[in-house]
């Protein structure tokens, strides 16, 4: 039985689609990576303990794309776009805070890249519900998705790495950072409304609410429903995260499986998304033992006060949108003593808060473009470079500076 969407359909045969320049990105990375493997760069045993280390990622990764496309199938996006419209009661401004506060509140309880996921359909969803500019809605996912990952170990992979070198648990982890998180999604707010709530509001204030959302069906409907509480139960839980996405990717496969069998396709699965990753670990690991950890600890420097974590903080955030915030912390990690927690966290911060300016600059920055143009939203570059990157320039250095002075330091 097939009801979710319409049948295919025997149309003509369509063009190829070009491969996207980020398709080429993760082409390359991936050929410059085994390159290093066989040429001998990178040894074939730190190649393999590189691979086993990133196969929990993948699986994330891989799991969690098709969780959220068959979800946005299912209808789920559309009725969560439609209750929050309503909520709003027309009032544009009203919705700028309540997607604001969803965004921040998904990142810091769950992960980013789960708000990237999760979320980016949403606001899509929402925009489209409401006949108001998209591009708004979507921007507010993928900063926040990065400026809120800040509160909580689970918020971000990277504060895993850094609460196990610290030995943070949660609850003094977040006594240590709900300031400079503070700081962050306030800075966030005020550029988010500035450069892209304010001007579209003059179309779309005041707006007319949607009637609630009918999935067209409503087993499926409840199938994805029940896999992402699932997920998100499972996350908090402390079920390893790719675990807990297989799981429910699993449960929502099976139930498309017998009612809209045609849905699942190979395109579900992101493959630009784990070539890329895979190439970048290997080739970031053969830069540095080839010279990046001698530049990451000149330009880092051993000063344990403010100025070492300015420096920590702006290097995080250079280095993750050249090449993306996992290596770029792994690498500052490896240069900064294991007694200089304030230098670390500054670290942090610049690969949590900075990575905005290019696409690979972070997982959820390039799930999110994924999503993007999965929902056929384009988001013109050139503004999207411009605003991220003085976003992260003003966000990362106001939040190490409330680190510096806030509770704790």
Do not use: K
Request: proline content about 7%; glycine content about 8%; overall charge positive.
């Amino acid at each position: 039985m097939e009801t979710v969407g319409d049948p295919p359909s025997a149309a003509p045969d369509r063009p190829r689609r070009r491969l996207h320049v980020l398709d080429w990105i993760a082409i390359v990375l991936a050929v410059v990576g085994v390159l290093c493997v066989l040429t001998g760069l990178l040894p074939r045993a730190d190649a393999e303990a590189t691979v086993r280390r990133i196969v929990p990622i993948l699986i994330f990764l891989g799991t969690v794309v098709v969780l959220a496309e068959l979800t946005a199938v299912a209808g789920v996006f559309d009725a969560l776009a439609a209750r929050v419209a309503i909520t709003a009661r027309g009032s544009f401004r009203a919705l700028f805070w309540l997607c604001v506060g969803f965004a921040s509140v998904t990142t810091i309880a769950l992960n980013l890249d789960t708000t990237a996921v999760l979320l980016t359909p949403v606001m899509i969803a929402l925009a489209r519900t409401l006949n108001v500019p998209a591009t708004p809605l979507a921007m507010t996912t993928v900063w926040l998705a990065n400026t809120a990952s800040l509160l909580l170990p689970v918020s971000n992979l990277t504060n895993i790495l850094a609460s196990d070198r610290i030995g943070l648990d949660p609850v003094p982890w977040a006594a240590r950072m709900w300031w400079p998180q503070l700081v962050a999604i306030a800075i966030t707010m005020l550029l988010l409304w500035w450069w892209y709530w304010r001007p579209a509001r003059a179309g779309a204030d005041p707006f007319v609410p949607p009637p609630p959302y009918v999935p067209p069906d409503r087993l499926v409907y409840r199938t994805a429903l029940v896999a992402c509480l699932l997920f998100v139960a499972g996350v908090l839980a402390g079920v390893e995260i790719g675990v807990a996405s297989a799981v429910a990717a699993a449960i929502l496969v099976a139930g498309f499986a017998v009612r809209a069998r045609h849905r699942l396709r190979p395109a579900l699965v992101p493959w630009r998304l784990l070539v890329f990753v895979t190439g970048l670990f290997l080739v970031v690991q053969t830069i540095g033992r080839h010279g990046l950890d001698t530049v990451m600890g000149a330009l880092i420097g051993a000063d344990p006060g403010a100025e070492g974590a300015l420096r920590a903080g702006a290097v995080g955030a250079l280095f993750s949108n050249v090449v993306n915030n996992l290596p770029a912390y792994v690498a500052g990690e490896a240069v900064i003593a294991a007694d200089r927690h304030t230098q670390l966290l500054a670290l942090l911060i610049g690969t949590n808060v900075g990575p905005l300016a290019t696409p690979w600059a972070s997982l959820a920055t390039l799930i999110w473009y994924e999503r993007c143009r999965a929902a056929g939203l384009t988001v013109p570059l050139g503004r999207f470079v411009a605003t991220s990157a003085a976003l992260a320039a003003l966000a990362t250095a106001c939040t190490v500076a409330a680190l510096l002075v806030g509770p704790g330091a």
